[in-house]
């Protein structure tokens, strides 16, 4: 069973930082990609961020500059660093991942249970 576990979200004001961090934890084999997406009230969940297993990357436009994704393939760990961030930032945010949990390459996708990120003055 493999478990993805956000930490780092909070309260913080306009132009303010904060660092998302998603552990991965289980029988794990290697990690094809992680992501982030977040969903705000009234809105459909956008993926804001996802890094591949050789370090490919993609950013939705509206976080582009702003936003930076990276992992720790030893710790099968993903991070979100937000910076410059807006009151349009504030979402519920969640780690998702494609995890191989076999020598034979089988995989299982998930998601994390999100944390709430709130920018506002």
């Known amino acids: 069973q493999v478990q993805l576990r956000e930490s780092g979200g909070g309260l913080v004001q306009p132009g303010g930082s904060l660092r998302l961090s998603c552990a991965a934890s289980?029988?794990?084999?290697?990690?094809?990609?992680m992501a982030w997406y977040r969903q705000a009230p009234g809105k459909q969940r956008e993926q804001v961020a996802l890094?591949?297993?050789?370090?490919?990357?993609n950013y939705v436009d509206s976080v582009k500059g702003r936003f930076t994704i990276s992992r720790d393939n030893a710790k099968n760990t993903v991070y979100l660093q937000m910076n410059s961030l807006k009151p349009e930032d504030t979402a519920v945010y969640y780690c998702n991942a494609e995890i191989v949990i076999s020598l034979d390459a089988a995989t299982w996708h998930g998601w994390g249970q999100g944390t709430q990120v709130t920018v506002s003055s």
């Open positions: 289980g029988r794990i084999f290697g990690t094809n990609y």
């Open positions: 890094i591949t297993s050789t370090g490919s990357i």
